[in-house]
């Protein structure tokens, strides 16, 4: 059946029009925002339902936001496979490791042997101009310990070894706990007005990793005191 737009009351065009605008304007909006498409999208739905069209209408005005939105996607999805990295870290550093993507005054990007290297201060930050590293995670990155010289020792990623007891550690702490490292996931987003470009990890015991997932935000979103690191880099680097 063919879709004769002039027969479209007002009421019905604009219903459907909001609902297409609304459910696919999440592509182009961030954080709060989307409660808004969310809102302008039901609307749309409910303009809709009263227009007094046909139940063949009603359905497609249902169906078709969700048809652009998934066509959109196929489209516009990112299914590159992530760069894997070397993350360089402080000796004897454990805690959260965060390196800041995309920072217009931050390190030139490096590589070794294909890996992105990923050099952290003693606070287990960096700041680099590399971009973006979405995808499919192929290649674990790999975590050492390091002096800053030649000096580098090997660790786990527990993303890599998940059963604890199939460890054999190279690094354990004062109490003799190994000390291993988690990679979590690539985050782009905004903190208030600020945007984040993230890629973060954990070093440590098996125990402080659990307080550290069950205290921290991430991954489903940017903890609000990293807003505070990326302004002050910012501004020392204006």
Request: net charge negative; proline share 6%.
């Given at each position: 059946?063919?879709?004769?737009?002039?027969?479209?009351?007002?009421?019905?065009?604009?219903?459907?029009?909001?609902?297409?605008?609304?459910?696919?304007?999440?592509?182009?909006?961030?954080?709060?925002?989307?409660?808004?498409?969310?809102?302008?999208?039901?609307?749309?739905?409910?303009?809709?339902?009263?227009?007094?069209?046909?139940?063949?209408?009603?359905?497609?005005?249902?169906?078709?936001?969700?048809?652009?939105?998934?066509?959109?996607?196929?489209?516009?999805?990112?299914?590159?496979?992530?760069?894997?990295?070397?993350?360089?870290?402080?000796?004897?550093?454990?805690?959260?490791?965060?390196?800041?993507l995309e920072e217009g005054c931050g390190q030139e990007g490096r590589l070794e042997n294909d890996y992105r290297l990923y050099e952290l201060?003693?606070?287990?930050?960096?700041?680099?101009?590399?971009?973006?590293?979405?995808?499919?995670?192929?290649?674990?990155?790999?975590?050492?310990?390091?002096?800053g010289k030649n000096y580098r020792v090997h660790l786990q990623n527990l993303t890599v070894h998940q059963d604890t007891s199939a460890f054999?550690?190279?690094?354990?702490?004062?109490?003799?706990?190994?000390?291993?490292?988690?990679?979590?996931?690539?985050?782009?987003?905004?903190?208030?007005?600020?945007?984040?470009?993230?890629?973060?990890?954990?070093?440590?015991?098996?125990?402080?990793?659990?307080?550290?997932?069950?205290?921290?935000?991430?991954?489903?979103?940017?903890?609000?005191?990293?807003?505070?690191?990326?302004?002050?880099?910012?501004?020392?680097?204006?």
């Open positions: 059946m063919t879709l004769d737009t002039s027969s479209l009351n007002r009421w019905y065009a604009i219903g459907l029009l909001l609902a297409i605008g609304g459910c696919n304007s999440i592509f182009l909006v961030e954080g709060n925002s989307m409660y808004i498409s969310a809102v302008i999208y039901l609307f749309g739905l409910v303009l809709v339902w009263w227009s007094g069209m046909s139940v063949f209408h009603k359905m497609l005005a249902f169906l078709l936001p969700a048809v652009i939105f998934v066509s959109i996607y196929t489209i516009t999805n990112d299914n590159r496979v992530k760069e894997p990295a070397i993350w360089l870290i402080p000796d004897g550093y454990t805690g959260p490791l965060y390196v800041f201060d003693m606070g287990g930050k960096l700041f680099s101009k590399q971009t973006a590293n979405p995808g499919l995670v192929v290649t674990p990155s790999e975590f050492f310990y390091t002096d054999n550690p190279t690094w354990r702490d004062s109490t003799g706990q190994p000390i291993f490292a988690y990679q979590g996931e690539s985050i782009k987003g905004r903190i208030g007005e600020t945007k984040v470009t993230l890629e973060y990890a954990y070093v440590g015991t098996y125990r402080d990793y659990l307080e550290f997932v069950r205290g921290s935000l991430l991954p489903d979103s940017l903890p609000p005191e990293l807003g505070s690191i990326v302004q002050l880099f910012r501004a020392d680097c204006k």
